[in-house]
């Protein structure tokens, strides 16, 4: 059975891109298995995800004849055979619901990513990390030590060749040097339904205001705190008979269901970013 | 066929409540159809609604009886036969979805409301709500006339002995003291899930920030915009596909089906205000 | 600013269809907007819905450019402007809550069809019809006449230049002929969530059986009743608290949500069938 | 601070239940904190669910309270301290999502039980159990073992006081004996949506017939295979580009949700029977 790639190709607008493209592609005898595209009317951007078959496939004859075929815009070509998975490096504290379902997911492969190693500022998690067969990395941080693990982490990132990095319930707020090096490959999710409550306690936020939904929102980290590209989010239906507590349970399945679909979507380049907002192909 | 009641029993919590409001009941032969109840804990406030049928009723008897037996508490009854019917004034402007939902569901009976009058900043909607048989009242405002205006509207809801008033899409601020006069008896649909996006445009304010569900909120009003007791929540789940014309449109549907649920929960003396949040028994 | 196109290709897969098609659309000058694709592995079938501008468009040239690049294969194109609305004949009895849905949807334009007649087996709903502008045919069926009136319909579908026909709940069963006539062209509205409870009176079947779900879904018309290639289907939560009679309530809201998106899918060309499934383009 | 308790009444209904109720708490000085009734109009059945605080108990006097109370009815009463966990066997094949899911849940405390023991006619599942601290015990079937094997079950239920069975996709089927001791304590998952597609392979069915949602049903146990009541039921939405195996994968999710409200449910007294129908008190 021949092999299945996935191209992500964004560029400007003009008449003629999927001709082109697809040119490229008979050109390795490729057959497309999915399709989808949009362009963005405000930015005049195009972007296209395709999966294709080919038995004799050259990247470089594929990518070169994307970008011949299109010069003179600003262009960027991603390509990848589907097999050869994503790599994210996951970080926890201690909250460990999201964690869980994304090593569940991993394991039955639906997350279709690999996972080098879990790093924590905690050591709680390291027994149901390592029993799913991954190395789990102790990371202790303070206000003195902040710089020095962060400059670790990166290493780590490039050591494991990590492809994006995922914030499992990490309660440790990154500096913003570490935002800007990890900009569209860190996902965070974030316990509330952005916008309606940023900041700590979002559930208690949600139980004083008397909401009658509360929700979750995975997101790409930014050095704007709780304002990145969205993802996706997802909600639940609460009532009077729920108080904070309760919300905080119930908000864990949101949390986790919504982090899992994102890393998901960005581990299969669903994913694609036009400014602040996301594109996320279905 | 005996005649069902609803009553409604809101005081500060303490032992035996339940047992008193039925003892009461069973003086006038009641059964209970239905009963639900919750008790606050933040503000040890007691709630209860019943459905009972008797077929040998006294208001006076039923009230006197629980109002004595729980004597020393800050007590507050509602009693009313369900065939009774809680009287709607309707505000609109132009647009007329939730407007044309709610004379649907009025017609068909599912809102258990009368609705005496319809009363419009313009005359866009007349034709559709005497084709439902109910007055339409044109009634402008200006930055001049707004006082004498408001002024009238109290007058109308006496004459016509209205229960509560909803907004439905009605697009004038109400002025203080009239949001003051209508406390917890005017509820309002706003255009996005609070408290997500306030203010005007909140679609637009939704795409923009690139949002992956959009939303609708009915509350009761407060001279506090969009601050006050929601009563019911929804969304829909949107994409990058979408620009603001369309999440407009597929707002409209979440308004529509949010303020008859909670227009419907008002009527049936479902919703009990504890402070600034709702109890909404289902 | 020029007009946009839509086009929907389906023929055998092999390599190349999108690269031919584009090239087709490239000839006038046409620019994608929106590019949809699917392959279904079973029957090896192509299905592509495009969105495209042009502004020298030629509609022989693309058509038959697309068809000579894809010779030798089972090729079907439509190709239509898309403020060229489809026509949609409606039928309905006497429940009004899918055709008032349908009604007022075309009026705000969100449909996107032309409603150029409404046929009823019953006098009831012709004054909400007529109030939309929409003309409105008394058709009575017994026994003896089904015969003359499907032939009747037959002419009306052609004299009226009709795309597709609208079940809106319609009790009348079809003849076996007429849905042969109109196979792939026919869209109804069942109330229930099939294959679950098929026949009469659903809502009670599903009362008796205690489901915790009830549903709709709307389906092309095919000899087998209840059985013919499903386009949408939707469910809402019940309780032990709901009896029949509020089962069918509920349901008019999901029977309406349901026929109003697969009518306004089929309106814009985005479902296409499969032998007895449904690709439906998002 | 005072120990809180749980009450289930089911009797035949008749005006003054609730009051007859609510006078034998007050001898105990119990004060109520969430109380649910229902009144099945068909049967005539009155159920009522109760928790209520008490710092002076006597669960004799309570229960001996209700029935003489309500002498002459056939009445069934359930008192429970809410902290003395009702204890859950559950029974697993070799798909392990239920079960991990159910068991994170336990230890997070939301669901409110014991798990004395896991029983398998597999293996694979040992290692999972016993990182929960769990006892798990591998009791292969065959057809000569089954007789003897569920006599060793039904020891083991007694032996460990066991309250309730969860067949967490346990893929055996029980005999129509151990169906019947079982009544009403054993809750299964169906991975579809019944009484859509009963049987083996219900995604492929699913999947044969075009549905546009895939659901699962969590239900008692009966003779009846696939025909016990219905405690819960969830859906996912799927589309043309899910085949079967994209439909077992999403449908995991459905059923662990499904599963583990049910037993939560069930755990909390929340499940009533009347008939083959169930009252599940939110």
Redesign the interface.
Known sequence: MPRQYVMVVRCD???????SV??A??AV?????????????GSNTFVMRTRFVSENMEFDRVRGGVVSSLAGTDIDVQLRAEDNFRRALIMVSKFD?CL?DLL?RYR?G?LQVEIPLVVSNHPDCA?MVE?YGIPYLHMPITADTKAAQEAKLLELIDEHRVDFVVLARYMQVLSEDLCEALRGRAINIHHS?????KGAKPYHQAHA?????I?ATAHYVTPDLDEG???????VRV???H?ADALV?MG??VER?VLSRAVQAHAQDRVVL?G?????F?
């Open positions: 607008d003009r008449p003629g891109i999927v001709h697809t040119g592609m008979l005898a490729g057959n497309i298995i999915e399709n989808a595209q949009f362009t963005d009317p619901h869980l569940y039955t639906e027994e029993g339904f952005l916008p309606g409550f205001r008397g909401v009658k939904l929700g590209p969205i993802i996706d989010q997802d909600v009532s009077h008979t108080d349970r864990r399945d269901n036009i602040d907002r996301t594109v996320v279905p």
